[in-house]
Every structure is written in structure tokens, then in C-alpha cells.
């Protein structure tokens, strides 16, 4: 017991932080408490409650799409759609709010029913790619929302959505509670239910998941259809909070930041995985990355180039692991 048996235990903090593994579980959070750390030391009024209640309304619809994607992802499949589906279902809610506010929330939210059917009919009946399937969607559901909506912008004048976007619960803003609530259902829908495993064993080996007798078709059908629903919801939220539908750029690049989330989160493209907790934990980063550049006063350009370093590294690191 001298000091040749006690290096490598002191060793094993230094050969984690080498092991890709250690990244790919805990590096986004390590980052989200980095990011933290400089903004309490370096960024004036960054760490206030008003400040970090902002970051938290504006990160909510992120995390609720990426909620969504990550169930895709899960299977090995990605939807391109759902920058799309939130401006139908903005384009939708006006139209129908006139007969009520259950009649408008239910005719956008099947809207993103129908799209995440149509894309889970391409993906498991047809057999086409799911970037294919979903590029159809992401093209025209955006021009089927303009046509709809006239091309134009509509205010948003009643008062119960409105409060959906402004309205809050115990100091809780309630768009914040929604998604905080939709994380803690996934994440029981992953890890506690069938159709949880389901998903996984679907993205681990959809050969293998066939042959066994899982219904590998309905599975796929459901998980486009869950993130169809988020996506129409989450454009719902961003709509209230805006007070006006406006389907010309809501939800624009709204795929590109879930896959970032959801990737930088720890769920691996190749499917057979789904950390829910990584996926938030990486939209609240990229949000918080975002509010730190502009905060010093860099363009956002900046944090675009930044979020792509991330996203470079991810895959980089979630490769390494695979290779081991």
C-alpha cells in the first residue's frame, strides 16, 4: 500500500475525462455549468431571475420539438418537418379560435397529427429515407400554411391562448411548466413503458426488432406522429407568446436547433438511444451560448459558428465512443 498502489487510483479522474464515453454522458451538462459560472463571474445582470426566466421562455418551444426529434432520432430516423408544422399549426389556431379555444387547439394539434402520419407512412410503409420522406413536408407544409393563412400576419386576441405565452403558475411561466412537464412524460415514456423500449430496440437493430416480432411499422408511425403533435404544440406556445400567427418565419430553422439538442445532448444518430435529460440540458446550452455572445456584444454569426464547433465535437466524440 505505498504510492505505486495508490496512482492509479488517483489516475482515474484523468482517464475519465480521456474517455469519449464520459463526454458523450456528462459533457453537456459540465458545459451548461461552465456557461453559468462565466456569465455569474464575467456578464453583468446575466445570472438575475428576470434574465434567466427570459432564457427559460425562450428555450421552452426549443426543448418541446427537440422532445419530439428525439424519439425520431431514437429509431434512427430525423424529421425535417417541424419548422413547418409549427407554422401550419400558427396558421391553423386563428382560423378556429372563433369556434372556441378547445376547437382551435385541437384542429392545429392534429395538423401535426397528419404530418407526423404522413412522414411515418413515407418512412415505415413506403420505405423512403427519412430525410427524404421529411423534406416534402418541410418544403410544402410551410407553403400550405401561407396559402392558408392568406400570406398574411394575424394578431392574436384571445385571451386564454394569450395567457398560455404570458401566463404563469406559481412564478413558473406556463410555457416553461409545459415543456418541463412534457420532458418528465417522455422520459417516463422511454424508460417505463413498452413502447419505450420499443423505440430503442427499433433504432439499436430494426432487422433484428422485426424478426423478434416488435411492431417495428407502428412504432415508427407513432414516433413521427409524437413529434408532429410537439412541434404543432410548440408553435402554439410561440404563437401566444408573440400574440400573432406569423407562418412566413415561425419555426424557421426550428429542425436544425432540436437535431443540435438533441445531438449535443447524447442521443446518437444512429439510434438505439434516447437521453431526454441530455436533450434538454443541450437546448438550455445552446440557448445560453446564444445569450452569452450577444450579451458581449458579438453578432449572432458568432454563435452560429460556435453551436456548429459543438455540434462537430458531438458527433466527433459520440464516433470515438462507437469505434471503442
Known sequence: MTQATLTPTRARPLARLRDPAWYQEYGVYAAVAVLLLFNALFTEHFMTADNLRTQLVQVAPI???ALGMALVIGTEGIDLSVGSTMALAAALL????????????VVALLAGAVVGAVNGTLVSLIGLQPIVATLAL????????????DGQLKQIINPDVLALGTGSFLGVPLV?????????????LVRRTTFGRQIVAVGGNRSAASLAGLPVKRVLMGVYILCGVLAALAGILAT?????????SLGTLMELSAITAVVVGGTPLNGGSVRVLGTVAGALLMQLLRATLVKHDLPDSTAQIAQAAIIIAAVYVARERRSR
Open 240 to 248: 401566444a407568446r408573440l400574440t400573432a400567427s406569423d407562418p412566413s
Open 176 to 188: 416553461v411548466l409545459i415543456a418541463g412537464v412534457l420532458a418528465v412524460a417522455v422520459a417516463f
Open 63 to 65: 426543448v418541446i420539438v
Open 94 to 105: 386563428p382560423l378556429y379560435l372563433g369556434y372556441g379555444l378547445v376547437p382551435g387547439l
Open 138 to 149: 418541410f418544403v410544402g407544409g410551410r407553403g400550405i400554411a401561407l396559402v392558408m393563412a
